[in-house]
């Protein structure tokens, strides 16, 4: 007899009797594959569920419980995190491989076990192996617990039977419910065992914190439904040949979505770096034209990141342009923008635009510092090294302000600069720390004079 199947869209998770070429759910194109159908029998999430039952409350009765929130023990973690990790939600974790997600939440397991009792369940190495990689990180904690299991009832009976207060999966593409007859890291398997996970962490508190791994296109392999179940996802960038790595999260319902976390990897794990900014700028350039450092702010952390133009000849009709770090079409227009307003023919030089660090600028107060680069390089002129640039650049050249001016201006006199450009304060001026110089321009053109016209 041939069972029967179903077909799911691989973004939304929508299902559909037959396939199609189009999700008519969310649009996306050729993300329909075909699955079989769920047959289910009572599964050992619903016994696990059974007996419990729950009444609507007033809000004005529910308790804010102060220890809500609890430290993972790094603190750049807890930053992105919202402060720390809360009990009972369900974290995602996302990245390429080797990039340090197992690294991390094995690192983690140091300080919880602590104060909580900690379930470590694998997938992709067994106990021996864990246990060298915890030797390798300095990870000695005895009362650690290991689970070297795909199995996704058996992982359930373990939790029941242990009771744990935080539960790290490693990963989820390797889990798989026998009730199900596709292989694991299918859209069925993932969407299944991450709505077990879920029922498990919202109705026995659980803090749960789960590996995904990340297909070609960067996103986080499985059904797109699965980053709208969980309760925050984080994503960690970086070349794994770096030595530094970016944790930034995409979502999360406990905290905000523009903190960043800065980790430095060596051979015993991955460290926080409290001060980013002297690490991006660590082996900077001196006296060399095409380079310039703005002010950006992610979260309410003020970051100073080096931006490098390089503008060459080009004998071809058509110049190349390549930004990295900064959105190309932002670059774009920061070009034309110099060309027209600023009065510079740079429409026959190839362009290159580079942000330090492998940071990637979101917010328009880098422009200023772009401009200045790019102008820096097309006339073979440095910009002091003491100095700072940032600000919004407008079609017609004009520097408009940002927000949040005082943490920008403490930041950039702590790292010892002296030179800041800013915007023209229409209103009040904000606190000026002693030792730095303030010039206020209002056009770019203001910006190119103070500059390169001497």
């Known amino acids: 007899m041939k069972s029967k199947t179903v077909f799911y869209c691989t973004e939304c998770g929508n299902e559909f009797p037959r396939w199609t070429g189009q999700c008519t759910a969310c649009g996306s194109w050729n993300t329909v594959v075909e699955q079989p159908a769920v047959q289910k029998t009572g599964s050992k999430s619903e016994a696990l569920k059974a007996g419990i039952r729950r009444i609507p409350k007033l809000l004005s009765e529910l308790d804010s419980e102060e220890e809500l929130r609890f430290s993972t023990g790094i603190d750049e973690l807890d930053r992105v995190l919202g402060g720390g990790a809360v009990k009972g939600s369900l974290v995602l974790f996302g990245g390429a491989p080797g990039v340090g997600k197992s690294t991390l939440l094995l690192q983690i397991c140091e300080h919880i076990c602590e104060t909580q009792s900690v379930l470590y369940v694998t997938g992709e190495e067994s106990e021996h192996q864990l246990k ?81 791994h990340v297909n070609k296109e960067g996103a986080i392999a499985g059904p797109k439904v699965l980053e709208h179940m ?19 999260s995409a979502k999360n319902r406990f905290g905000s979505t523009n903190e960043i976390g800065v980790f430095e990897m060596d051979d015993s794990g991955l460290h926080s770096v409290p001060n980013p900014s002297e690490m991006l700028l660590f082996g900077r350039p001196e006296k060399t034209s095409g380079t310039c450092v703005s ?64 940071l990637s600028i979101d917010e328009t107060s880098a422009d200023l510092a772009t401009v200045l680069a790019i102008v820096s390089s097309f006339i073979d002129k440095p910009i002091p090294d003491d100095l700072v640039a940032f600000g919004e650049v407008g079609l017609t050249g ?20 002296t030179k800041c450009i800013i915007p023209l304060q229409r209103k009040r001026m904000p606190a000026i720390p002693d030792g730095l110089k303030i010039y206020e321009v209002k056009t770019i053109r203001e910006a190119f004079s103070l500059l390169f016209d001497k």
Not at 184 to 210: H, W
Not at 230 to 248: K, P, Q
Not at 305 to 319: G, K, R, Y
Not at 402 to 416: A, P
């Open 295 to 358: 002010c950006i702010m992610e979260g309410s952390r003020p970051i100073l990141a080096e931006i490098q133009a390089l503008l060459t000849p080009t004998s071809f009709n058509v110049p190349r342009r390549t930004s990295n770090g900064i959105d190309y079409n932002r670059a774009m227009l920061l070009l034309a923008v110099i060309e027209k307003r600023g009065g510079l023919r740079i429409s026959s030089c190839d362009a290159y635009i580079n942000v330090i660090g492998g």
């Open 230 to 248: 969980v309760d925050c996802v984080l994503y960690f960038e970086g070349i794994s040949t770096a030595n530094h790595r970016i944790l930034h």
């Open 132 to 212: 060298m990689r915890a030797e390798r990180l300095g990870v000695r904690n005895g009362t650690l617990l290991v689970l070297s299991e795909t199995n996704m009832d058996d992982i359930l009976s373990a939790i029941e039977d242990v009771k744990p207060d935080t539960l790290i999966i490693d990963s989820i593409q390797t889990l798989y419910s026998p009730e199900l007859t596709s292989g694991a890291g299918s859209v069925a398997q993932v969407k299944e065992c991450t709505n077990a996970l879920m029922k498990i962490a919202k109705t026995y508190g659980v803090t749960v914190f789960v590996i995904g």
């Open 398 to 417: 004009e520097i408009r302000s940002v927000q949040q001016i005082e943490q920008r201006l403490n930041e950039i006199k702590k790292l010892g600069f």
